[in-house]
């Protein structure tokens, strides 16, 4: 039972270049998330999805895309990475409680991001 | 800007003693999660309370829920040197079930 996974977990940049974050989950989970950790400021939202084909913005988007082709997946794209996005990054997935709309989620183990 | 502020930012109790750590936020809720981080983990979920919701216990965990003051509290009663790690709350608000943390506790038990 796999959960939530996230390749790579580690991966060094350098300014200018791209790459593509993959988070697969096997729940069959509805929701998935993309945060970014940094030191003193927790985990903040990049882009979320509320099903395939949808993606939405969160509080701190720019410099990333995000695509959700199929439903067990959501990649995460860095199109020119800048120093500023060195940070550690989780996906997450949830589902609706049946008949609630309360959701818990689900978290890979990070990915992390260096980039020079 | 995040949803939740945490306070303290960092607390060290011995074991055996009880552990509480607060969140406040801004804005109305559907409901207050609260996630427990090891270090260099990912995030797993510990409990949720609901806005119509005022307590709710889990093993040695109390959390209360004040809307009115928009705060959550998170009382670890017990501790053990296991506890140690970070803490944080999540908020779920609005239609779209996106969750937005706070900035964390860490909670070091000293054995």
């Known amino acids: 039972n796999a959960g939530v996974t996230q390749t790579p977990k580690f991966r060094v940049l350098k300014t200018g270049q791209s790459m593509t974050l993959l988070c697969a989950q096997d729940m069959n989970h509805e929701y998935m998330y993309w945060y970014r950790q940094d030191p003193g400021m927790g985990l903040r939202l990049i882009h979320y999805?509320?099903?395939?084909?949808?993606?939405a913005k969160g509080e701190v988007p720019d410099g990333y895309n995000v695509s959700r082709l199929k439903k067990q997946n959501f990649l995460l794209g860095l199109e020119s990475a800048a120093p500023s996005q060195t940070s550690v990054y989780f996906c997450?997935?949830?589902?609706?409680?049946?008949?609630?709309?309360?959701?818990?989620?689900?978290f890979g183990q990070g990915t992390r991001l260096t980039v020079v | 800007s995040q949803q939740g502020e945490e306070d303290p930012q960092a607390l060290s109790i011995q074991e055996g003693e009880n552990a509480t750590m607060n969140c406040s936020y801004k804005t109305s809720i559907n409901n207050l999660q609260w996630y427990r981080q090891n270090s260099g983990r990912g995030l797993v979920h510990l409990i949720l309370i609901r806005s119509n919701e005022r307590e709710k216990h889990s093993g040695r965990l109390r959390v209360t829920l004040d809307t009115s003051k928009k705060s959550s509290s998170l009382l670890i009663t017990a501790s053990r040197a296991a506890d140690t790690a970070s803490y944080f709350c999540?908020?779920?608000?609005?239609?779209?079930?996106?969750?937005?943390f706070g900035t964390g506790t860490l909670l070091a038990v000293q054995p």
């Open positions: 999805s509320v099903g395939e084909g949808t993606t």
């Open positions: 997450a997935s949830s589902y609706l409680f049946p008949g609630r709309r309360d959701t818990e989620a689900f």
């Open positions: 999540a908020t779920e608000s609005g239609a779209t079930n996106k969750l937005i």
